[in-house]
């Protein structure tokens, strides 16, 4: 529903009222809303309305050749995109037969690991944003800004990277960025502590998110919630361990949960992997230093490249929980279909109504940012 | 830190951000900053290296690239070049440099600017060159490089038989591919059409090649035949202009377009073949006749066109066979003597009634077939070989090789030299080597082979492949000779003893012309039974008469014809090597050409078989 | 077409025997240049006609030579110099063959023509400049000077064309 | 990355209770299972209620004008089996009409209603099929094969040609933009 041609329903006189909350809210990743049903400051209804940034993508998708492609899955999801560029390619990969070489493996996953403390640092100043420490917000989105430039570096491009190919990757490292890498990590460590006092030990910040939006690890299951939502609610599901792809096998790293299931306990979960992705980067330099080989399977031409018939549903653990893609192939140049499954399909649809209602108006942003609501995402 | 539900956080920690007011601030002047080394700004384009192919036009997804015509850039279909250049339009482009990893040339990338502030909207319409969007030069960003290239540069290897399975025998040394390695050689292929262009017969090549890639080998076939009835024999001896101007050979091997059309022939049997290439056959007979002097490809052509357009041609054919050249110039191990003849039972086929035995001259006079027929096509080609006329050349064992292949189709026995020694660096001269040396082996199994070229290795007249195999089969190719005489056995030994040669420094001057300068000092002499001499052909226009030689126009000692083939005298066409020189694609299409223009003569109109279909 | 060479080593005595005023060289070269003009054009009445324009062409460029030479012999400045002796070179006796005896078949081919033609040019591109080299400066200098490299062109020109007629490659 | 070993033979004998079902497995974790439209629920039930496929990770829907099906793909996962379940079911097309799964997975809810807005297939029991995404739209479901995107485009919006300077000059030699 658009705001303009909003008409309130005409209600029977109560204390009841309704806001239209959006679609342009700075404690949202993009254009969204939501339309409250108050009584006072507690919500009795909430109702998701996206729409605002529907691009077509699933469409599009259909009428471009395999390859290009590439250049739009990343703007699936504009504050992570790494992962939209993985399951794509992997979906790709796995109806063409091809194999990606190792040392491509390894670049993918430092890419996603990137991504995923990217993402995290948003949320993080975002979040914080929401309850009115701007501070945070500045200091995320600073501190975000250096990996970005790592980003430039590797892909010649900060946001959408359109780096990530099936068969591999399009560029290989540049001399003396994974030692650039290295030193941003120590940066990254040497902050935290900061953002640990800032946020986390902030009693604003406890106070307010304590007990909010909260999720049980049932109503978790049965709605569908998956990612750092679902671990905050204590279930120890991740797609990188229980479904793996890549060299993830290969690497270490914990799955933190909490059991508290509401929006603190999910701004630790993802506190927490920002360590763990820490973690596997540090492994991922120390192998990318010793892989050497080609970044790429060789591919065909692009003008001339058909794909054998065939579907394939690939998964991959965004910062948001499970992206899912699945392709089909009618054996032409181009997908015959492609549907893009984002974890904020069910976090910003479905879950955000329940768990608004019997909430405060206040905690609207909050809960949203501590779900890691990411628009683009729903509206594709 | 505590976790318990109890812990309510500190008011004091976040304080801790004040601390942040003595630091350097993170942000940054308002000036741009450097970008990093691949950074993908605006586009830069190096017109020197661009070809105007347009792959990068094909390959963006959001059609953000038009291609500009630009009139005074280098227009050359021959060599691949054609006059315009991407512009980039800034409204579209999503900076994905999928342009860049395909550029077949590599003169595309994008560079390391990325400011461009303007309220006119006519400002994000660029067109770029090696500059960049605003003149500035900055450095390339994303380029080209070699582990991301989206362009397969090498070719399918051509399984073919080996040098000693074939050194003997006059089998076709091409076995031409198999539909994988068809599929895989069509799948690199770009569609820019620069083949096309470059093709005298403007064949369908980006047509034929798709359709093998997809497997549709009648489609393939068909596409063939909208302008060439010499499938089989330019699946083989093509001169293939079109892979000299392919885009993906700017950097690497060239599509070859020539063996995929001898795959997509090979495919179909020749009753298949027949039906495809009779499509849009035109049953009604028109009740004109047309006479073609001579078989080879442009007459050929020229009957099939005719044929099919309604007409009734006759061939007149001086030798046994039809097919000229490709025929009596071509060894077997090139060009089956079934393939040909499965390309002119095609045109047989469409009605063409071809006459072997007949020579025009005394029991044929010209002027009959003048008045006999509508209109009278001139195809008679070069079937004269030239002679260096350095002394000695008047001996009787110093022979033409136009006259040596010639016996050797017709099956004539040959006095197969023990040594020969050929004159000439084209594909003629490496014929008739590479067919005598097989007669050596096969008679002597020794082959005793020399041929001396003018040219230097690398500037040989003759097809890489041709020297290459040659060598292979036992040829000693010497380069940069030039023949002085050919010497007696002995001062008062009448036996051919063998060839002079002087070294040749230079073949052309500075000025490009042909001007060979000789070292006089650097003598040698090749011992040989036979020489041959292989340098070049002339046609015999004999046949014609004096009054129509008189009557005719000619320029630079050839018959002059227009653009369509028509010769001076009303009712007459000449065309192929006679007119253009020697080359079977070149005969073809002008084949074409006086077909359309024999039709329109007839009153046919404009209608042409390609209208038509 | 391998070039000439010259006769080796020359006495005084003989040079001063190949001392020509310059009025003598004028004429010998204007009757090279007329003799050939007249064999080419008596030649393009018995070839067959494909072969005609070609021989037609090098009869006018010999008359256009022809006319230079008329031009500069009556050209004021060079009556002050026409009873100057100049060197004459020593390959003139090759030269002069050509004025009297131009040597070719009676039915010649495009390639006999040719051949022929660029013998004669490049006999006459050395001989002018010799000349060239010998005359005092002035406009007859300028004028062996300009004969020499337009023989020369000319030579090239001709063996392009030979090169693309009789060289024609093969498929 | 293979399969867990047992779970095919397993899920075989479950998925013998259920008439018109196949199940192929496949790389990677992943087993495809070919169902008739009626037993899809009962597939769903049993899957989830004996092997743990709890997760409907999505439905996805794919327009087939040629044999004028939609295919419906539901892709449940387990957290305890650690694979991925797809079943297949085709529906006419003509009147897309399938059973909701919302009663089994609520997640099916927001599937249901965006395969409902872009394809125009009506779930029955459903509990949400109004516009979400397509609020202004009054057009066919856009996701059909037939809604040609190109089309509506040139038809809706007028473009605007540029004209830079550089263009008009290339055009006053006699060049320009090719077709």
Known sequence: ????????????????????????????????????????????????????LHRGFEKLMEQRLWIQNIALVPRICVPDPVPMEEAYARAVEALGGLEVPERAQWIRVMMLEISRICSHLFTFGGNAATIGLYTNMFWGISMRDLFLDLFEEITGARIYHMYITPGGVRRDLPEGVLDRLEATLDEMERRTPEFEDLFFDNAVVIKRARGTGVISLRDALAWGVTGPNLRGSGLPSDVRRDDPYLVYPDLEFDIPTEVEGDALARMRVRKAEVVQSIRILRQVIERLRGIEGPIRCPLPNPLAWNIPAGEAYTRVESSKGEVGF??????????????????????????????????????????????????????R | MDVTPKYKGSFVKPLKALSHLFREPVTLPMVPRPASDNY??????????????????????NAAIRMIHIPGLPDDPAAGLKPRRPAIDY?????????????????????????????????????????????????????????????????????QRDPDSRGDNFDEIVHGYDDQAAILEASRCIQCGMCHEACPANMHAPEYIRAIWEGDKERAVREIYRTNPFPEVCGRVCTHRCETACSIGKRGAPIAIRWLKRHAMAALDDERVRTIALEGKVEDRTGKSVA??????????????????????????????????????????????????????????????????????????????????????????LGAGRSTRVPGTDHPDVKSAVALLDAITRGES??????????????????????????????????????????????????????????????????????????????????????????????????????PKYDDGDVMLHEADMVIEAIGQASDTGYLGEDLTEALEWARGRIEVGADGATSVSGLWAAGDMVEGPDVIHAVAAGHRVAESIHRFLGGGTTTLEAAE | ????????????????????????????????????????????????????????????????HYELFEAARDHPETEAHIRERIAVPVNDHRFSDYVHMPALGDHPDDQAILQYAMGREHAAHEHYADLAESAPEGPLKELFKFLSDEELRHKGDLEKRYYEIVHSGGV | MTQPKNLPSSLDIILHEIPGVRMTPKEGRRIRVDSSPDSLPALLELLKGRMGFMHLSAISCVDWPETDE??????????????????????????????????????????????????????????????????????????????????????????????????????????????
Not at chain 1, 22 to 49: F, S, T, W
Not at chain 2, 40 to 61: A, K, P, S, Y
Not at chain 4, 96 to 107: A, E, K
Request: charged content about 25%; glycine content about 10%.
């Open chain 3, 1 to 64: 077409m391998s070039s000439q060479h010259g006769e080796g080593h020359v006495s005084a005595k003989d040079r001063l025997a190949r001392m020509k005023s310059l009025e003598e060289i004028l004429n010998t070269a204007m009757a090279f240049e007329k003799t050939a003009q007249t064999f080419y054009e008596q030649l393009a009445g018995r070839v067959r006609k494909p072969l005609r324009e070609l021989v037609a062409e090098l009869a006018a460029e010999e008359k256009r």
């Open chain 4, 70 to 179: 939609f295919e419906l793909i539901y892709h449940v996962w387990s957290y305890e089996q650690k694979s991925l379940v797809s079943a297949h079911v085709s529906i006419s097309r003509d009147p897309g009409r399938f059973v909701s799964v919302y009663d089994i997975h609520t997640p099916a809810g927001f599937y249901e209603r965006d395969i409902h807005e872009m394809f125009g297939v009506v779930f029955v029991g459903s509990p949400n099929l109004r516009k979400f995404i397509l609020t202004s739209w009054d057009g066919p479901p856009p996701m059909l094969k037939s809604f040609d995107t190109l089309g509506y485009v040139n038809e809706t919006y007028g473009w605007v040609d540029y004209q830079p300077d550089w263009l008009r000059d290339v055009e006053g030699k006699g060049g320009g933009i090719e077709s």
């Open chain 2, 292 to 381: 073609v002097i001579g078989s080879g490809p442009a007459g050929l052509t020229a009957a099939f066109d005719l044929a099919k357009l309604g007409h009734a041609v006759t061939v007149f054919e001086a030798k046994p066979e039809p097919g000229g050249m490709m025929r009596y110039g071509i060894p077997e191990y090139r060009l089956p003597y079934d393939r040909l003849d499965a390309d002119i039972a095609v045109i047989r086929a469409a009605g063409v009634d071809i006459r072997c035995d007949s020579p025009v001259g005394p029991d044929l006079p010209m002027d009959k077939l003048r008045d006999d027929f509508d209109a009278v096509m001139l195809a008679t080609g």
């Open chain 1, 1 to 52: 529903m658009r705001p303009e041609n909003y008409s309130p329903v005409q209600h029977p006189p109560s204390h009841e009222y309704e806001l239209y909350f959006g679609p342009n809210h700075p404690g949202i990743e993009g254009n969204y809303a939501i339309r409250v049903r108050l009584n006072g400051d507690v919500i009795q209804e909430a109702i998701a309305d996206g729409g605002y």
């Open chain 2, 40 to 61: 993908r700004g605006f586009h830069v384009n190096d017109w020197e290296l661009c070809v105007g192919c347009g792959t990068c036009r094909q390959i963006c997804d």
């Open chain 2, 414 to 515: 040959i006095d197969v030299p023990g040594r020969a020694v050929v004159i000439g660096g084209g594909n003629v001269a490496f014929d008739i080597a590479r067919s005598l040396a097989r007669l050596q082996r096969k008679t002597s199994g020794r082959v005793d082979m020399t041929l001396v070229a003018l040219e230097e290795r690398d500037h040989m007249l003759a097809d890489e492949e041709e020297v290459v195999e040659a060598r292979e089969e036992g040829v000693v190719v010497l380069n940069g000779r030039g023949p002085r005489q050919v010497v007696l056995a002995g001062p008062s030994d009448k036996t051919l003893g063998g060839l002079e040669t002087v070294r040749c420094l230079s073949i052309f001057d500075e000025e490009g012309r042909f001007h």
């Open chain 1, 326 to 379: 699945f392709a089909v192939s009618d054996g032409g140049p181009k997908p015959y279909r492609v549907h893009v499954r984002g974890p904020s399909q069910m976090h910003a649809v479905q879950v955000l109504e329940r768990v608004l209602k019997g909430g405060r108006l206040e905690d609207v942003a909050q809960i949203m940012f501590s779900l890691d609501a990411c628009p683009p995402e729903v509206d």
């Open chain 2, 91 to 159: 409204g579209r482009c999503c900076w994905c440099a999928l342009c860049v990893d395909i550029c077949p040339t590599g003169s595309l990338a994008l560079s390391r600017e990325y400011v461009h502030v303007s309220p006119d909207m006519n400002t994000y319409f660029i067109l770029p060159d090696e500059k960049g969007i605003h003149g500035l030069n900055f450095p390339k960003g994303w380029a080209k490089t070699d582990d991301a290239d989206l362009l397969d540069l090498a070719r399918q290897p051509m399984p």
